[in-house]
């Protein structure tokens, strides 16, 4: 991780975009001291910030630090819902929505946050009903409908951790976590609307409580009727609207200690299970509340779109809790992009008059190849401000978002963070900083974060090592559930008093942070370390190339050699020719260490069901290993497909 040139591509990318004046103007954070302010006592930093929720009872100590647990807001009694919720029905904001929801079909709902209080207050009495109590886990596996963010501040509201399972995973993968957390009661749908199919919920749910033993009861919402075919199991299933019909209207909210559990959200760890990533009360609120204010920009008039499902953590932090604790209004769409044409999600800016935008860069990608037409064809003046999450986004995906959808106007955010962190660790704040294409910019007020070697000792600009956090912040993860040695394993071992993130990182002479990707995604080419993402970032630039991935096959000489899957744009024929010239276009940017072994054409790529390329599969297919675990992947045809062509036109 020592090699000082192999960044040199990246920290040449130049171009800088101060933020625009009109929206500097404007922005929630627009005097620089703020950074300073939180260096000076990020503790009080902090602390500001938490008083600006609804507490029922003030903390006494700020933070107790003893390395690796942290516990923020010691002695502070909250409930999220009432701060995503009741303060704001009970206000002036009682009238104003809180949801914007649009089904695939085209059938759309708008919820006031006077409605989202009495239908969380009602599901609240209902989770009591069914005999959950505070620190009971409640599964739930539910399509994009507005009863999705309802169920999880309903548990909120009771003091039921919620562990959700994105909707897209298998009935195995359910079942796993259910069992894993021990959940008493699980919340799902008849199914749920993808590219015009149905998605069968009830059916993988029923599969997965075949061996389930600690659910009691399942709350079944109606979203399809008649076409779902489902059936229910007497004594066990129940119809939301049924037991939502005979429940109380009002539910007094548990008050909730600072650190007492509001989530378990799993996330595939490289080896062995989902890790069980554990967030608690007042910090991750806190965390995601200042987040959402200052990066995002929130003001009370912004129709606000975060695109991820709730089923990730994006959905979690920047779908429900952050924006509903600032009283916003956001936009929430059940299906495909692409569905029932490619500017759907256009169609919706244009509809909404949505004016923050947060999506991730495989996304972008995605409307980079269909072109240009979609987007143009809307009216998409009303966009003030975009986001970028999930995956180091590469200058040229930047800069068609910033230029085709934000049309030079609009500042954009890339965010780095991860489901254990909670929120957002390094972004620019939009008003203050100047962005640079592919670069998440600075750590947020108050985080200290930092780039080391394998001593733990700081690498100066330009040196590529591993991301780090330096002190606690608000929302991170406390613990794995039921396995802290884990915990520590996985992110205190490395450095014993400082986060480890899992990603490479470097930074440039300004003190921007550039991703690199996780560590595992550097290549070791003859004893050169070369970043994955920095070949794909080379390859997009190529007129023909829509997206690309690589990954390091194992070398006799070299010890790994890069290889590249390549999907070309429309317009574009994948020949020999074609293999060969992107060949010669990478080592001409990169250099001759750079030039990949491989070019492997494909009409698609393994991604997970977040959008995230599963190299970890394309170096197996590469390598000709028998395949490890695919049940996270969106799509498993796209492996066997590849599968065959590496075996077969190898160019
Ligand atoms: C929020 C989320 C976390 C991993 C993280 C990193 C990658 C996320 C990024 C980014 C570069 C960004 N990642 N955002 N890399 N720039 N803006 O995605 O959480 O699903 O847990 O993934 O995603 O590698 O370590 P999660």
Redesign the pocket.
Known sequence: MTDPTADQALLEEKRLFPPPPEFAAQANARDPEIYARAESDFEAFWAGLAEELEWFEKWHTTLEWTPPHAKWFLGGKLNISVNCVDRHAKGSRKDKPAILWEGEPGDVRTLTYEDLYREVNRFANVLRGLGVQKGDRVAIYMPMVPELPIALLACARVGAPHSVVFGGFSAESLRERINHCGAKVLVTADGGWRRGGVVPLKKWADEALEDAPTIESVVVYERIGERAHISMKEGRDYWWHELMEKAEPECAPEPMDSEDILFILY?SGSTGKPKGIQHTTGGYLTGVYATTKYVFDLKEDDIYWCTADIG???GHSYIVYGPLANGATCVMYEGAPDTPERDRFWKIVEKYRVTIFYTAPTAIRTFMKWGDKFPNSCDLSSLRLLG??????NPEAWIWYSSTIGKNRCPVV???????TGHIL??PLPGLIATKPGS?TKPFPGILADVVNDQGESMPPGRKGYLVIRRPWPGMLRTLWMDDDRYRQVYWSRFKTMYF???GAVRDEDGYFW?M??VDDVMLVAGHNISTMELESALVEHPAVAEAAVIGRKHEIKGQAPAAFVIVREGYVPTEHLAFELKNFVAHKLGAICRPDDIIFTADLPKTR?G?IMRRLLRDIAEGRVLGDTTTLADPGVVASLKEKYAGDET
């Open positions: 996330t990730w953590v994006t970028s999450v999930g995956e180091p986004i890339d965010t780095w963070w991860q489901t254990e390094i972004s998440a993130t899992g990603d991703l990707g996780r977040s995230k």
